[in-house]
């Protein structure tokens, strides 16, 4: 390994200690990224007007992130180390709250997190770890250190047991050191999952205490409290050995401040649950300081976790001592007692053991110390535990002594059952024979029912026959008179034709030539309305037949187009004096579409006809006045997932409370006898039954009605 210069300024170490060398300050520091930054012999120099500036790298992160603009930067470190070191490893320790590559000499020799330029790629590690490197230094005794580091972006801080988040604080150790977490670490990691187990088990127990039985609630109290202190355990637990991630720390550190106020505020109310004590504004009080702590908990990056924590265990452990000592003689208060007063000796030992070491009263390990917080927590949940059991077993028998009750009872009643059972044996058999002759009896008036409306049904066809076959006879008569004219204008022109033949060679053939021209455009409009009358015919043969359910892909402007003067002209065949204007606002672009032909013509049909009987009422009432115009519109349109039809008018209109009942069976606006009130339902019924689409009315009264029909494509 190659010598190496010094360039910057130089820190030398003469000997190391089992406890090392700290490497605390005097780094150069430069923000921003560049590989060769690592390089041994870089000019690192330190100054003012330098690129590089001095910097103590323990310090908080916070602190720093002014001077990183972009969260990433570099250290470097010159140290020239006594002779007796050269040629021999040494050993590098820290803590870190960032991401970082260690080179030692120009060699990475830790990578710990992910350090990336990209800020999203980036992933930093919490300072509650120690991590380890070995460096050699080159034959002259120099190691220079360069970290490069990514901090992460600021957020939840309130790190259990950390108050600064350092962003390096190194050590240099004489090699052969131990290279494990420190036993504190291990031990809380440890004891702290072992309690967070007990905790857990012991709300597993609770809820199924309470699922048994659901009218004690403090089982279910228990269970949540044993459960949030039980994760509260857990997180302190994870965080001390398992996980490294600085967001994943963050985290289960915010789990930890949650769940102390939400654990002794459910054991506070547990307490009350089991000493039947009224909540009052004391109650409250410590339920608003709980949710205080947790608040600080969150916003005091420096002192949140001892808020939430010990804050929440003063408060609740207070109001649990009164409440139990104001219920002192109700039955089995003592267990819970004890369990106050474990938890009181516990945490004042804990709290107090500085001040009792500084005294020489008490000397103990630090983990040993901890270990009686840790039973401190778990002596209340426990000794409610132990209440609650005993009072579920002293149930438990007052229910077995109850089901032998219920036995000798429920044998005493199945003799009587059986004597009961006998008589209602017989009573069955007599109402099952008047069952029989009254189901007959029913069944026949079904039968009379179902023929009754069978015939209303076919009554309603046949009226909206009669109204169909009456529009035809009208509009029938107009391709018919066009035959007629046409045929005999033909005749006419055949028979000139045969004169100007006669004539031999004087005939004038261009005359001849225009005729037959004239004939054959007189033959093709006698095919046109022929077809027209064919094609009206045919539809009133379909309308008259039985609909056989078939769909097929139809026009549906042509049907309601056609429909619409049917029905006009059918009214027109009864009323000669009856005149109404006929908007019809068809959509060019409208697709054909699968439906029975047959039933979509009836309900446009029995639709043109309640909307022109509307204006003519209104006509013949004199409601409207005497600029009054009969109009009724249709118009057509292409919708999501299918097309709607709207049948508009303005006529008479009707109320809401017609509206509502427009669709029901037999319900009739119009005179008796004029209707059957079977019209609207058959086609309410056609469209939503028939064909999975929808019928609706929109109507003021005075000013119309507007019938929407949407069919949708079939599927």
């Given at each position: 390994?190659?010598?190496?210069?010094?360039?910057?300024?130089?820190?030398?170490?003469?000997?190391?200690?089992?406890?090392?060398?700290s490497?605390?300050?005097?780094w150069?520091?430069?923000?921003?990224?560049?590989?060769?930054?690592?390089?041994?012999?870089?000019?690192?120099?330190?100054?003012?007007?330098?690129?590089?500036?001095?910097?103590?790298?323990?310090?908080?992160?916070?602190?720093?992130?002014?001077?990183?603009?972009?969260?990433?930067?570099?250290?470097?470190?010159?140290?020239?180390l006594?002779?007796?070191?050269?040629?021999?490893?040494?050993?590098?320790?820290?803590?870190?709250?960032?991401?970082?590559?260690?080179?030692?000499?120009?060699h990475?020799?830790?990578?710990?997190?992910?350090?990336?330029?990209d800020?999203?790629?980036a992933?930093?590690?919490?300072?509650?770890?120690?991590?380890f490197a070995?460096?050699?230094?080159?034959?002259?005794g120099?190691l220079?250190?360069?970290?490069?580091?990514?901090v992460?972006?600021?957020?939840?801080?309130?790190?259990?047991g950390?108050?600064?988040?350092?962003?390096?604080?190194?050590?240099?150790?004489?090699?052969?050191q131990?290279t494990?977490?420190?036993?504190?670490?291990?031990?809380?990691?440890?004891?702290?999952?072992l309690?967070?187990?007990?905790?857990?088990?012991?709300?597993?127990l609770?809820?199924?205490?309470?699922a048994?039985?659901?009218?004690?609630r403090?089982?279910?109290?228990?269970?949540?409290?044993?459960?949030?202190?039980?994760?509260?355990?857990?997180s302190?637990?994870?965080?001390?050995?398992?996980?490294?991630?600085?967001?994943?720390y963050?985290?289960?550190?915010?789990?930890?401040?949650?769940?102390?106020?939400?654990?002794?505020?459910?054991?506070?109310?547990?307490?009350?649950?089991?000493?039947?004590?009224s909540?009052?504004?004391?109650?409250?009080?410590?339920?608003?300081?709980?949710?205080?702590?947790?608040?600080?908990g969150?916003?005091?990056?420096?002192?949140g976790?001892?808020?939430?924590?010990?804050?929440?265990?003063?408060?609740?452990?207070?109001?649990?001592?009164?409440?139990?000592?104001?219920?002192?003689r109700?039955r089995?208060?003592?267990?819970?007692?004890f369990?106050?007063?474990?938890?009181?000796?516990?945490?004042?030992?804990?709290f107090?053991?500085?001040?009792?070491?500084?005294?020489?009263?008490?000397?103990?390990?630090?983990?040993?110390?901890?270990?009686?917080?840790?039973?401190?927590?778990?002596?209340?949940?426990?000794?409610?535990?132990?209440?609650?059991?005993?009072?579920?077993?002293?149930t438990?028998?007052?229910?077995?002594?109850?089901?032998?009750?219920?036995?000798?009872?429920s044998?005493?009643?199945?003799?009587?059952?059986?004597?009961r059972?006998q008589?209602?044996?017989?009573?069955?058999d007599?109402?099952?024979?008047?069952v029989?002759?009254?189901t007959?009896?029913?069944?026949?008036?079904?039968?009379?029912?179902?023929t009754?409306?069978?015939?209303l049904?076919?009554?309603?066809?046949?009226?909206?026959?009669?109204e169909?076959?009456?529009?035809?006879?009208?509009?029938?008569?107009?391709?018919?008179?066009?035959?007629?004219?046409?045929?005999e204008?033909?005749?006419?022109?055949?028979?000139?034709?045969?004169?100007?033949?006669?004539?031999?060679?004087?005939?004038?053939?261009?005359?001849?030539?225009?005729?037959?021209a004239?004939?054959?455009?007189?033959?093709?409009?006698?095919?046109?309305h022929?077809q027209?009358?064919?094609?009206?015919?045919?539809?009133?043969?379909?309308?008259?037949?039985t609909?056989?359910?078939?769909?097929?892909?139809?026009?549906?402007?042509?049907?309601?187009?056609?429909?619409?003067?049917?029905?006009?002209?059918?009214?027109?065949?009864?009323?000669?004096?009856?005149?109404?204007?006929?908007?019809?606002d068809?959509?060019?672009?409208?697709p054909?579409?699968?439906?029975?032909?047959?039933?979509?013509?009836?309900?446009?049909?029995?639709?043109?006809?309640?909307?022109?009987?509307?204006?003519?009422q209104?006509?013949?009432?004199?409601?409207?006045?005497?600029?009054?115009?009969?109009?009724?519109?249709?118009?057509?349109?292409?919708?999501?997932?299918?097309?709607?039809?709207?049948?508009?008018?303005?006529?008479?209109?009707?109320?809401?409370?017609?509206?509502?009942?427009?669709?029901?069976?037999?319900?009739?606006?119009?005179?008796?006898?004029?209707?059957?009130?079977?019209?609207?339902s058959?086609?309410?019924?056609?469209?939503?039954?028939?064909?999975?689409?929808?019928?609706?009315?929109?109507?003021?009264?005075?000013?119309?009605?507007?019938?929407?029909?949407?069919?949708?494509?079939?599927?």
């Open positions: 390994m190659r010598s190496v210069s010094a360039v910057g300024q130089v820190r030398r170490v003469e000997n190391l200690s089992d406890l090392g060398e490497l605390a300050v005097n150069a520091f430069r923000a921003g990224d560049d590989r060769d930054w690592s390089r041994p012999e870089l000019d690192d120099q330190t100054g003012p007007g330098k690129p590089w500036q001095l910097l103590n790298p323990a310090q908080p992160v916070p602190d720093l992130l002014p001077r990183l603009p972009q969260r990433i930067g570099w250290l470097r470190l010159r140290l020239k006594d002779s007796s070191f050269r040629r021999q490893p040494v050993l590098l320790r820290w803590r870190q709250s960032a991401a970082t590559e260690v080179f030692a000499n120009g990475l020799v830790r990578a710990t997190g992910i350090v990336s330029s800020s999203s790629m992933k930093a590690v919490h300072g509650m770890h120690d991590y070995a460096a050699l230094p080159d034959s002259m120099n220079v250190l360069a970290v490069r580091f990514v992460a972006p600021t957020g939840y801080r309130a790190q259990y950390q108050r600064v988040n350092y962003l390096l604080n190194m050590n240099l150790l004489p090699n052969g131990e494990t977490q420190p036993y504190y670490n291990r031990w809380q990691s440890l004891t702290q999952t309690v967070a187990g007990l905790l857990l088990m012991m709300a597993i609770h809820a199924a205490f309470y048994y039985d659901t009218t004690q403090a089982n279910l109290f228990v269970a949540l409290a044993t459960f949030f202190l039980g994760v509260a355990s857990l302190v637990g994870v965080s001390f050995l398992l996980i490294d991630e600085l967001s994943s963050e985290s289960w550190s915010l789990v930890n401040v949650l769940c102390y106020p939400l654990g002794y505020g459910c054991l506070l109310t547990a307490l009350y649950r089991i000493f039947d004590r909540q009052g504004a004391i109650y409250y009080g410590c339920l608003v300081a709980l949710a205080t702590f947790a608040v600080l969150l916003t005091d990056r420096i002192n976790a001892s808020w939430a924590e010990t804050g929440s265990e003063v408060v609740a452990l207070t109001e649990l001592v009164r409440v139990t000592a104001l219920s002192w109700q089995g208060a003592n267990i819970i007692g369990g106050m007063g474990g938890a009181l000796f516990c945490f004042l030992l804990f107090a053991y500085d001040r009792l070491e500084r005294d020489g009263l008490l000397k103990l390990d630090q983990a040993d110390v901890h270990l009686f917080y840790i039973v401190g927590v778990c002596c209340v949940p426990i000794a409610m535990s132990l209440y609650l059991a005993r009072t579920f077993v002293a438990q028998r007052r229910l077995t002594g109850q089901l032998l009750e219920i036995q000798r009872l044998k005493q009643s199945f003799e009587q059952e059986q004597d059972q008589m209602l044996m017989r009573q069955k007599i109402l099952a024979q008047q029989s002759e009254r007959a009896q029913l069944q026949a008036s079904l039968d009379e029912l179902r009754t409306q069978d015939q049904v076919q009554k309603e066809k046949m009226a909206s026959l009669g169909l076959t009456a529009g035809i006879a009208h509009e029938i008569q107009n391709p018919l008179n066009f035959v007629n004219n046409f045929s204008v033909s005749t006419e022109l055949v028979r000139e034709l045969e004169e100007e033949r006669a004539k031999g060679v004087e005939r004038d053939t261009e005359l001849e030539a225009e005729i037959l004239d004939l054959n455009q007189n033959l093709e409009k006698i095919g046109h022929g027209r009358a064919s094609a009206i015919v045919r539809s009133m043969l379909q309308h008259s037949r609909s056989t359910g078939q769909r097929e892909p139809t026009d549906i402007n042509a049907l309601a187009d056609e429909y619409l003067r049917l029905s006009y002209h059918g009214l027109r065949a009864k009323e000669k004096a009856f005149n109404a204007a006929m908007d019809a068809f959509a060019a672009d409208l054909l579409i699968s439906v029975v032909g047959q039933d979509i013509g009836r309900v446009l049909l029995n639709l043109f006809n309640n909307a022109f009987y509307a204006v003519q209104k006509h013949l009432s004199g409601q409207g006045g005497s600029g009054y115009q009969p109009r009724v519109r249709v118009q057509t349109r292409a919708v999501k997932g299918g097309i709607e039809i709207r049948v508009a008018d303005n006529g008479v209109g009707m109320n809401e409370d017609v509206a509502q009942k427009l669709f029901q069976p037999f319900f009739t606006t119009k005179p008796a006898g004029s209707g059957t009130g079977l019209g609207l058959l086609s309410y019924d056609i469209i939503t039954k028939g064909h999975g689409g929808s019928l609706r009315v929109e109507s003021v009264e005075g000013e119309g009605a507007t019938f929407i029909v949407m069919i949708p494509n079939a599927r």
